[in-house]
């Protein structure tokens, strides 16, 4: 049932999905907006609902600009069950922004397969990881994506390795302005905190745990098979394939250097993870299969409600 109502793009999955979000958001955060109720805290909340709405907007943008799927609406589906798998996200503004940030960097990273209007692409997706460090500084690792992307072009020049650079500069200066006029203050980025932390004990309540390991098993699952599939990928389609997987891993890694574990630095993963265990879903011929893992993603969030 539900492989045949989301294995199609309509408008109502979209409205569907948007309504799920915002619900589980308001399920989520309840107690804490009635004990400390204002108009002001009230906007807050519906800014960071609204932006986990556009999160997975944004993310079936990609998919559809960039053919990562069939003409389904998987990727989103699995995205936002993930999302509402651990509401911890919702209470990481700073994290929510960022992702926002890395995913109109992506936009245009994966854009990069064309070679129309390469150095403004460049230029804007180095921009979005800058100010996307701004409230998650290990989000410069994805830079390293973007150059991966350069390389990867066969007429790509060493101006095209510079412009990375210069888009990171330039909102440095403007924020060290910014910082300056506002707080007479030149040393605004020596308050970022940049020390990775160790300490994974969030990791081990039941309401990360399991959900975790679900969608790291999902993970590892299809990426093996996406690696397995590569040969049958058409020369085309094969960077993005591949380019998939490394934001995955890039994405792991933001996780494990993040200064403080509490759970919403793992919106980071649930991007990649949704894209590619939709592809795996759409060329699965096992139906019950994909009926139990499409039920799987909805019903969890349910259930770890009531664990919690």
């Given at each position: 049932m539900l492989t045949s109502f989301f294995g199609k793009s309509n408008p109502v999955n979209y409205l569907l999905l948007g309504i799920f979000i915002f619900l589980g958001y308001v399920i989520a955060t309840y107690q804490g907006v009635l004990e400390s109720f204002s108009v002001l805290g009230l906007g807050e909340h519906i800014i960071v609902a609204g932006a986990c709405v556009f999160s997975m907007l944004l993310v079936d943008f990609i998919?559809?600009?960039?053919?990562?799927?069939?003409?389904?609406?998987?990727?989103?589906?699995?995205?936002?069950?993930?999302?509402?798998?651990?509401?911890?996200?919702?209470?990481?503004?700073?994290?929510?922004?960022?992702?926002?940030?890395?995913?109109?960097?992506?936009?245009?990273?994966?854009?990069?397969?064309?070679?129309?209007?390469?150095?403004?692409?460049?230029?804007?997706?180095?921009?979005?990881i800058a100010v996307a460090m701004f409230f998650y500084f290990y989000a410069w690792l994805f830079f390293g994506v973007l150059f991966i992307a350069i390389l990867r072009k066969k007429?790509?020049?060493?101006?095209?390795?510079?412009i990375p650079f210069a888009g990171l500069v330039g909102v440095f200066v403007i924020s060290t302005a910014y910082h300056f006029i506002r707080y007479d203050s030149f040393d605004w980025f020596l308050e970022m905190r940049t020390v990775p932390g160790m300490d994974f004990s969030a990791y081990h309540s039941k309401g990360i745990l399991i959900p975790l390991t679900v969608v790291i098993t999902l993970l590892v699952w299809t990426g093996i098979y996406r690696v397995f599939r590569l040969s049958a990928i058409s020369k085309k389609d094969?960077?993005?394939?591949?380019?998939?997987?490394f934001v995955a891993g890039v994405s792991l890694l933001l996780i494990v250097l993040s200064p403080e574990k509490k759970g919403g630095e793992l919106l980071f993963l649930l991007a990649p993870t949704a894209i590619i265990t939709a592809n795996f879903i759409e060329n699965s011929k096992e139906f019950w299969f994909k009926e139990m893992v499409l039920w799987l993603s909805v019903v969890l969030p349910v259930i770890l409600w009531f664990i919690r």
């Open positions: 998919i559809r600009k960039n053919a990562l799927t069939r003409s389904n609406t998987f990727g989103i589906y699995l995205f936002s069950c993930f999302l509402l798998m651990f509401p911890v996200i919702f209470s990481e503004k700073g994290v929510v922004l960022s992702n926002i940030f890395l995913l109109l960097a992506l936009r245009r990273i994966l854009s990069l397969k064309s070679e129309r209007n390469i150095e403004k692409k460049v230029l804007d997706a180095s921009i979005w007429h790509t020049t060493y101006k095209h390795l510079l094969k960077p993005n394939y591949l380019l998939l997987l």
